[in-house]
T-cell receptor
């Protein structure tokens, strides 16, 4: 079966711009989570969606937002980009968040210049 | 930071040797998971141990969990060059989120 697909793979944006990243989960997985990975802070939880509802949110400013569609596909948006937003953004989907693991996509590498 | 801690930060061993990585976490958990990451790409799920389990095996992997000490360990037996990667523990917290450790970089020399 197809894995978690993230698009685009690479992105270069200018400070102050906004960006939208996309994630298609494994078919049948209704939970989609987003993580940010940087060399300094490591892997940090951004938010989790289930059936189009945000169930949990990490400690990120309001510039980071997301949504989930009825087909479970998810997007995350970062507005007013800052240099510190440069990171690998990873999406993960799960069938059962309590008893099962997460399947991660290959990530979108965002560079803000 | 909410991150868990892992040690060692880096580990270099010969092919065929065993590799042990340790992880500590901070809060109550549903489960403890281990992931592998190659060269900054996506994470690959290796094994999950539930909070009421103490030990779990999967192929060459053995995971232990001590909830009283809030710690876990991952043992990879008979390491191969292909095991070279970064390994992360992640505590599965209530609220459907993972809190990751800082990771251990494993290098297996052939």
């Amino acid at each position: 079966k197809a894995g978690v697909t993230q698009t685009p793979r690479y992105l270069i944006k200018t400070r102050g711009q906004q960006v939208t990243l996309s994630c298609s989960p494994i078919s049948g997985h209704r939970s989609v989570s987003w993580y940010q990975q940087t060399p300094g802070q490591g892997l940090q939880f951004l938010f989790e969606y289930f059936s189009e509802t945000q169930r949990n949110k990490g400690n990120f400013p309001g510039r980071f937002s997301g949504r989930q569609f009825s087909n479970s596909r998810s997007e995350m948006n970062v507005s007013t980009l800052e240099l510190g937003d440069s990171a690998l953004y990873l999406c993960a989907s799960s069938l059962n968040t309590v008893q099962g693991g997460y399947t991660f996509g290959s990530g979108t590498r965002l560079t803000v210049v | 930071s909410q991150q868990g801690e892992e040690d060692p930060q880096a580990l270099s061993i010969q092919e065929g040797e065993n590799a042990t990585m340790n992880c500590s976490y901070k809060t109550s958990i549903n489960n403890l998971q281990w992931y592998r990451q190659n060269s900054g790409r996506g994470l690959v799920h290796l094994i999950l141990i539930r909070s009421n389990e103490r030990e779990k095996h999967s192929g060459r992997l053995r995971v232990t969990l001590d909830t009283s000490k809030k710690s876990s360990s991952l043992l990879i037996t008979a390491s191969r060059a292909a095991d070279t990667a970064s390994y992360f523990c992640a505590s599965g917290e209530y609220g459907n989120k993972l809190v990751f450790g800082a990771g251990t970089i494993l290098r297996v020399k052939s």
